[in-house]
């Protein structure tokens, strides 16, 4: 089945730094989103990319649609304590009725 | 405007009763996904539907779990016979429009532990 691989898994920063992290697929998609997940919580949308070669911002978040609709990567500016968290990437596959395909995630540790 | 509301939030159950979640969407939204996540993992797909309608059931296990979206009242996703492996969360999204790009807005989620 399709899969979006994540990566890096994990990192642990130190606060004011900048973050990147990226998702790649073997197969194309129409939509990419990027969402953050606090423990114990529903992930909430950060970013959503409808155009391939799309770049979009949301404060110090920036995200980028690949040209080939088979990438996006993330990155974080400025990184700050409560940027702490869960980030996962999901794409929604095309033909699909709005269901998505998740990455594993990246796992976000900020150090004061 | 309240957000897409889940419950319970926990949710214990012996091996072999049945688990039943439940989802409100938000106001004006019809469409409802819902997701399961294991402990360090990404959501996976499980089931899409519409009011009355089951449109995409792709994810669903074939046995022992069932989905409904009445016209009246929240979306119920029922886990019968629930045995260990069934312990996750369970998050639903709900969406004004089909498809992932319109407001596409996740619920708090409900853990299920399975003793």
């Known amino acids: 089945g399709q899969q979006l691989n994540q990566s890096p898994q994990s990192m642990f920063i130190q606060e004011g730094e900048d973050v990147s992290m990226n998702c790649t697929s073997s197969?194309?998609?129409?939509?990419w989103l990027w969402y953050k997940q606090d423990p114990g919580e529903g992930p909430v949308l950060l970013i959503a990319?409808?155009?391939?070669?799309e770049l979009t911002s949301n404060g110090r978040l920036t995200a980028q649609f690949g040209i080939t609709r088979k990438d996006s990567f993330l990155n974080i500016s400025a990184s700050i304590p409560s940027d702490v968290g869960i980030y996962f990437c999901?794409?929604?596959?095309?033909?699909?009725?709005?269901?998505?395909?998740f990455g594993k995630g990246t796992k976000l540790s900020v150090k004061p | 405007n309240a957000g897409v509301m889940q419950n319970p939030r926990h949710l214990v159950r012996r091996r072999g009763q049945e688990a039943r979640l439940r989802c409100s969407p938000m106001?004006?939204?019809?469409?409802v996904y819902w997701y399961r996540q294991l402990p360090e993992e990404g959501l996976k797909f499980m089931v899409y539907?519409?009011?009355?309608?089951?449109?995409?059931e792709s994810g669903m296990p074939k046995e022992r779990f069932s989905a409904e979206f009445p016209k009246e009242g929240p979306s119920i996703l029922r886990i019968q016979q629930v045995v260990r492996g069934d312990s996750a969360a369970y998050f639903c999204?709900?969406?004004?429009?089909?498809?992932?790009?319109?407001?596409?807005?996740f619920g708090s989620g409900t853990r299920l532990t399975v003793v």
């Open positions: 197969s194309i998609f129409n939509t």
């Open positions: 999204a709900s969406s004004p429009r089909e498809g992932a790009g319109y407001g596409y807005t």
């Open positions: 106001k004006g939204h019809s469409h």
């Open positions: 539907l519409q009011k009355e309608n089951i449109i995409d």
């Open positions: 999901a794409g929604q596959p095309g033909g699909s009725q709005g269901n998505l395909i």
């Open positions: 990319l409808y155009k391939a070669g």
